[in-house]
């Protein structure tokens, strides 16, 4: 095997990926496609291209190699499948393409992210001066003058009592949460933990695009090289490095030896969409299953993708709005309440 490397990134990853896949398009060998890639690739990176290419030349597989890369799971799972339909080009690129999207995906949040909670951080020390110093003062001042407080000081000091409970709440949530993990969570079948994964509000919509989008297009790839069901989903259980779509295919092919039809066999997923069974039926009634997968995983990455940014286009104008009332109400209570005072001498 490969000697110990230093991790590529995911876009390192993608680039590789894709030029193989290009180059595969054009005739190449996967041995050939590597070795060509060092030319594209940084040169920091060429050691381990050398490597993996002298490790095909002996007879490894390109699959063993990416394991040696430590690669993200996902593209050694598209190279896993490749290797049993032989359809590397479309595969490479296909992969090459999730993985881009997920990093593109991640540089969106900490974009929408990092300067919301970067204003948040400096307001939530500012309130801290007013409550603390200020507010205080003003108070004793109004006291001794009989003088109301306005709307806006109510308002800071109310969200300056109530930031630290919200706080102390959200961090005896999150020990909860990972009391639950790490007492019983990971302790269940992997199968029973995607489930649910996939009945939580919100992120379990995701989970079961995502992961409906990953198993049809692998099992289209594998129909589609002239594989049947039952061998596409011995595939599936062979996969050990992947211990869910192994789970899945020993799962499926035990519901299949009972008789039961193959739509479904795939219904106890949670984890998978719903609409994925009547794809099913239908692609078996129109002799066209792997087209019908093909076409359903592109359906839920296009859906998977259009839901993620519309639903990033509402967070930052959420935390904005947040941020500038906390900070407009700050403003006007130590106005009003200067103002207050001078009309009260």
Not at 26 to 37: D, K, N, P, Q
Not at 103 to 113: A, E, L, S, W, Y
Not at 181 to 196: A, C, D, G, T
Request: a positive charge; proline letters at 2%; glycine letters at 6%.
């Amino acid at each position: 095997m490969m000697r110990k490397v230093k991790n590529w990134t995911i876009d390192e990853q993608a680039q590789f990926l894709k030029c193989i896949g290009e180059l595969l398009e054009r005739g190449y060998s996967v041995a050939e496609a590597v070795e060509s890639s060092s030319y594209y690739m940084p040169i920091y990176r060429l050691d381990d291209i050398k490597a993996c290419y002298s490790s095909l030349k002996g007879g490894e597989t390109f699959f063993d190699n990416l394991l040696g890369l430590k690669f993200d799971q996902q593209v050694i799972s598209f190279v896993y499948f490749a290797e049993k339909h032989g359809g590397f080009a479309t595969a490479f690129q296909d992969a090459s393409k999730m993985i881009q999207n997920k990093q593109d995906t991640i540089r969106k949040m900490k974009k929408i992210f990092a300067y919301p909670l970067f204003l948040l951080f400096f307001t939530l020390i500012l309130l801290f001066f007013v409550q603390s110093m200020l507010i205080p003062r003003f108070n004793t001042i109004f006291s001794t003058m009989d003088i109301d407080k306005n709307i806006f000081m109510y308002f800071v000091q109310i969200f300056g009592y109530l930031f630290p409970s919200l706080l102390f709440l959200l961090i005896v949530v999150i020990g909860f949460l990972s009391f639950y993990y790490y007492r019983s969570f990971r302790k269940l079948p992997l199968l029973e933990q995607m489930n649910i994964l996939a009945n939580i509000p919100i992120i379990g919509k995701y989970v079961t695009q995502y992961y409906s989008y990953i198993l049809t297009l692998q099992l289209s790839y594998l129909l589609s090289s002239g594989f049947s069901i039952y061998e596409s989903l011995l595939f599936f259980q062979e996969n050990k490095q992947q211990r869910l779509y192994a789970e899945i295919g020993v799962q499926v092919i035990s519901q299949l030896k009972k008789g039961i039809r193959l739509e479904n066999a795939f219904s106890s997923f949670d984890f998978l969409e719903k609409e994925l069974m009547r794809i099913i039926q239908h692609g078996q009634e129109n002799g066209k299953l792997d087209q019908e997968l093909y076409y359903f995983g592109i359906h839920c990455l296009n859906q998977m993708e259009e839901k993620l940014n519309k639903t990033l286009k509402l967070i930052q104008p959420f935390m904005f709005s947040i941020i500038g009332v906390l900070i407009i109400s700050i403003y006007l209570s130590v106005l009003l309440l200067m103002f207050q005072l001078l009309n009260g001498l």
